[in-house]
């Protein structure tokens, strides 16, 4: 192979004397290459993209394409600012759904580690994990599916009743009910994936730790506040701040698949106002300077947060 | 502590003698807790498991028992398979069928050709441009460029309405190629140097040593790929103009979710009277389960490590 010449000062890496960036680059030619193909997709995929944001400064029309199209200023930010009522509706909806989400959905797979990890039985641990983990591994069609086939007005539950002389309920398609049936659908889908992370955390505890505390006499409740939580709270911090970096991101293809039954005023989202507004609609300037907005205000909150964790001693996701 | 001094250290022996395994030094729970822990469990699993149990019921019960019962049914009093040779007969469900299941083994490979090569590169400390390469992709996890950059960029590739739409933009995952860059480093250094001594150059070191080591991360972010790919609903939606190429997950949308009636002309079938509608929807989603069932009794042994990798050196 041609890169056998450069086995000697890779061996010798203490002492070699720097090499000129074009003697690495020679040096390190293969491994340019080989990355290469990866690194043209994330440049394509998700840098150049970032380019395409200026149709929020622009009046973009398809037919004249990004270039030529006229600039506009900051008339696409108007809504945002002169406060557009949809759009007002829209930001209040993904607020509640996200407000909704970090109290039910992200304390459950806490819960649920937690209840695992006090199993003696290795074996029944382990199948519970693996039942519990597969719905994460369903596409949000199937788990709309299975959802309207269990709790729709046709559905397992709906048809129960009825047959036992109750009246059928109405939960799928309610537009009153929407937001605890996405909160719903989701703990369904990820609450036994989410465990992975907390029981990996448990399992790190020093055991030694609870036979101090078993020793002076601690009961299990107390042993669960002063041993195991603490010894978990990094990681409890960590998807917390992973979890307020997404706080306007909430459930898009569900949101999309689900739409239709409820309407708009119960279900759009800042994500679904952008794909209906923009390219169903056509409202191309306008929608690309909301998801411009959102995506910088969710790139602060992510530091913002992490900053919050170095504030409270926590490791974070990154040190500075 | 408060005078409870009946807090005695009741950990103190297993009761029955038999030396029970591992306990985390916790005191044995009581009967009243273990057994509130089991029935909540079991609910739990019942809750994931029925659906799929009465879903893979529907699609095998015959007319009579679907039009009895009005819907689902719990469990097929005369089991057929009717659904399934009705929608395998080669309509609209197999078409899409076909085209979801190149998608993912070609999007799959690709993908896991780019990872592992990207990730390599990545791996060795102090090669060129490594650390600004690396950076480049950290930045990609805190950001996405936005539904209508991406829509752009496709259309700008003219990309639209080509299946490729569906596997260029997702080729390589920033998340991934950190999991696996991960992998790699923990490798022993000292076998890479043997290899190099040894007189194998990159390809061969990659080829020979690294992947045969990591076939572990290999298989759970081949299986992330693999699931995204097969799951892929919303691109399909955006970038796919022409129904004929839709994919399994646009075709399970229209006719299961939107409840649109699959007639004999979607499913070309020679008979005269096709299944219940019931039983067909339930088949198009039992089909569309198959192939996560399939690998996933082969992986979930590795989820652990691969997920727990990409956390802690994420």
Known sequence: MSSTSTAPDRLTAPTRKRLSWIGRAKRDRWLLLFGAPGMLAILLFSYIPLLGNVIAFKNYQPFLGIRDSPWSGLDNFDIILGGDPAFLNALENTLIITALQVIFVFPAPICLALMLNSLLSERLKRLVQNILYLPHFMSWVIVVAIFQQMLGNAGLLSNWLRQHGHSGIHLIGNSGLFKELLTSQVIWKDTGWGTILFLAALSHIDIQLYEASGVDGASRWRQLWHVTLPGIRSVIVLILILRLGDILTVGFEQIVLQQQAVGTNASEVLDTYVYNNGILAGNWGVSAAVGLVKGLLGVALVLAANKLAHVFGERGIYQS | ?314
């Open chain 2, 1 to 314: 502590m408060s005078a409870s001094t009946s807090a005695v250290p009741r950990w103190a022996g297993p009761r029955g003698g038999a030396p029970r395994r591992k306990q985390n030094g916790l005191p044995a729970p009581t009967l009243i807790s273990r057994a509130a822990k089991g029935v909540l469990l079991a609910v739990c699993c019942l809750i994931v498991l029925g659906p799929f149990v009465a879903v893979i019921s529907t699609s095998l019960a015959d007319t009579a028992q679907v039009s009895r019962s009005g819907g689902l049914v719990l469990w097929p009093s005369h089991p057929t398979l009717d659904a399934y040779r009705a929608i395998l007969a080669g309509g609209v469900v197999t078409r899409s069928l076909v085209i979801s299941i190149s998608i993912t083994v070609v999007g799959t490979a690709l993908s896991l050709t780019c990872t592992a090569l990207l990730a390599y590169s990545l791996s060795r400390p102090g090669s060129f441009a490594g650390k600004p390469m690396l950076l480049a992709v950290l930045f990609t996890l805190l950001f996405t460029p936005g539904i209508i950059p991406s829509y752009l960029m496709v259309k700008e590739l003219h990309l639209l309405n080509s299946y490729w739409s569906l596997i260029l933009p997702v080729l390589v995952s920033g998340f991934n190629v950190i999991v696996m860059r991960a992998f790699f480093m923990e490798l022993p250094r000292e076998l890479l140097d043997a290899a190099r001594i040894d007189g194998a150059g990159e390809l061969a070191t990659l080829c020979r040593v690294v992947l045969p080591l990591s076939k572990a991360v290999l298989a759970v972010v081949g299986l992330f790929y693999a699931v995204g790919y097969w799951n892929s609903f919303f691109h399909a939606l955006l970038y796919l103009n022409d129904n004929s190429k839709w994919p399994l997950q646009l075709v399970l949308r229209t006719y299961v979710v939107n409840n649109s009636t699959l007639g004999v002309d979607q499913l070309s079938l020679s008979s005269t009277t096709p299944p219940p509608q019931q039983s067909l929807q339930m088949a198009i989603l039992v089909i569309s389960l198959v192939p996560i069932a399939l690998v996933y009794p082969f992986l979930q042994r590795h989820f652990t490590k691969g997920v727990m990798i990409g956390a802690v050196k994420g």
